[in-house]
């Protein structure tokens, strides 16, 4: 069957569930109730300290079939998930599902386990590496489900993806289970990701290799929905977990792109009192943050809040005073630790908070514009952000696809020539962002509107912006470039795409070799 | 009037960026053989860019080919790009109208009949070519600009470079009026701090105020900077639109002499408007819709 947007869903997946196709961005209604985690009580003098993981695993018990879950803000630093799954192979578990919000090359020993029967089942939002590309390759037997940040949160809440065990890894906790992402060597700021996890699931672990005194503070996971805290030598790699600093680009393409991005956003007239704005951590989508700046700057505009992944960029924009608040989901490098742990308008709050659709307002939808990237385009305005030029797994949706769907204003900024490969194609390999929600696309040889906002298209010929139909841009790049050839893959599908509302937009099928 | 606000060097040996040298907004860019292509590197660069010229579209703007010096590769570099149809060609370290002479008749050995006529563009980078300024700018008519380049010039002279660039006045002045008599353009001298963007504005300000018409740049992210000083104000198209009204009104009433605020126009200060009025045209400036 096809769905809202022409791609082709079969009506049943072997290992999945239900399949419902994408409707429309905003077409389907939520007809559940939240769900409710197991009920349990601790008497006064019960300790939650437990001296190692198999310790943990024999208490609960976990038992084969289980759905452990973990968050990714230690990224390619995260030690817990290796840890955790070691302890299972090593106790004989199998069939297990691992429910990771990202998936980094730090987590490759998950291919074994799968390989050993450990693990059957994967559940992630965003996936890069050695990992990505066996299951590209078809490392499992049923389809990875690959979910929007906001659509777990949604899944967690909704009993749609339901956690037996979620683990935390927390840069510190006290002996009873307070936990938070600013102290210990292994700090990486907010734990925002892990906010559903620890809400809805019917165990909650802390890994930490930080102990501090009872009660820790700040507080970010309460000691009423953690079950255990375990000591352990080392959480991770603090280098891979923080970057240190993130840099805006030096590329000349790159920079040129960003201004254009931000004249655009100029041009929309939404620079004003109380302007709500997202952006990536990378060096493109910092270098537009620093074109708005300028203009934030020269007409004394000061903004409502900054989203998302939060980049010392960001809290500058804060400590400047051009932003009021910070809402921060996940942390990037040492600034965004330092000014969570110290600033009071630097918010901390969960994936559902963030970006979930399915309750009574995320953040996302009080946002005036966000940048986005892209690495293929369809002329619908559809994109991917999943697979690469040859098919392979290198990404996910993350928090594309909910912002995108959120924010009055969607911008992609991209290079039209990536390499040798022109950005714009008939059709995306696979659809992960709707096209209905994405309004203009930024290109360093011209801007494309969605014809869906015309409203807009006037106000950037009227601006003086380099304003080109889609096809033509299209056409221009295959000028230079020429048009590649599609790229051939298999039967097997070896993911599914799930939409922030659950509905199927896309799957990703297998790639030869 | 070619425009040439801004000229902008990109490495004839890096693939990526002469692709996409033409999405900046440079009014030219200048596609580099000599000091941007190490010696080994020559041959490959010229195949490079001599391919670039052929297929790459610069859209508007103006295409430039920097040789190598006439005394090592500039016969071999002319023979290999002036077939390619570039719009111009940047000699470096020009002494003398003898060496225009010289490369004006390379360049007509290796035109192709059909093609536009090669300009040249001649680049004073040595005490010796500022003194011979005017006589090198007169010295062919392909010539339509002088370009000064500060930093082999402060070495020939024994001088410290700074970002003041007192040190190269008197060249500024002299290449400034040697171009304006011999009817051609001035090119300042690039700024080479690429991240010092108030520097780069003070530097294209006074360049502009001492007569350049445009910037040499090393950097695409310098090009926005250079051109909003190079562009024509507000208040200067409307002081021009002024003197022409004036000048034709005066014409209108059989008056040989116009006045405007009660100084006289005459015609240097029309030629000016002119300019200006041609300028402002060109980049869509008239009538202060942007």
Redesign the interface.
Known sequence: MKNAIGREIPETISGIAAIKPFAGAFATVPEMTRQAPKVKTIKPADRKLVDNLVEVFKKIPVTDGMTLSFHHHFRNGDGVVNMVLATAAQLGLKNLTVALSSVFPVHAPIIEHVKNGVVTGLDTNYMSGPVAQAVSKGLFDKPVVLRTHGGRGRGIECGQLKIDVAFIAAPAADEYGNLNGVEGPAACGSLGYAFPDAQYADYVVAVTDYIGEYPLSPISIPQTRVDYVVKVECVGDPKGIVSGTTRITKD??G??IA?TAAKVIQATGLIKNGFAFQTGAGGASLATAAFVRKMMEKDNVVGSFALGGITGYMVDMLESGLFKKLMDVQGFDLEAIRSLSTNPNHLEIGADFYASPFNAGCAVNQLDVVILGATEMDTDFNVNVVTGSDGVIMGGSGGHADAAAGAKVTIIVANL?RGRLPIIVDKVLTATTPGETIDVLVT??GVAVNPLRADLKEKFLAA?LPVKDIQELKQLAE??AGAPKAVKTGEKIVAVVEYRDGTIIDVVRQVEG | MDLRRSMLFIPGNNPGMLQNGGVFGADSVILDLEDAVAPMEKDAARFLVAQVLRTVDYGVSETVVRINPLDTFAAVDIKAIVPCCPDAILVPKVESAADIHQVAAMIAAAEKPEQTPVKIIALLETPCGIVEAYHIAKADPRVVALALGAEDYTAGLGAMRTKEGTEIFTARTIVINAAAAANVQSIDTPYTDANDEEGLLADTQLAKRLGFKGKLSINPRQIDVIHTVFNPSLNDIDWAQQVIHAIRKAEAEGSGVASLNGKMVDLPIVNRAERILHLAELLGLMGGEK
């Open positions: 000349p393409v920079l040129k201004e020539l360093e040889r003086g000028k230079i």
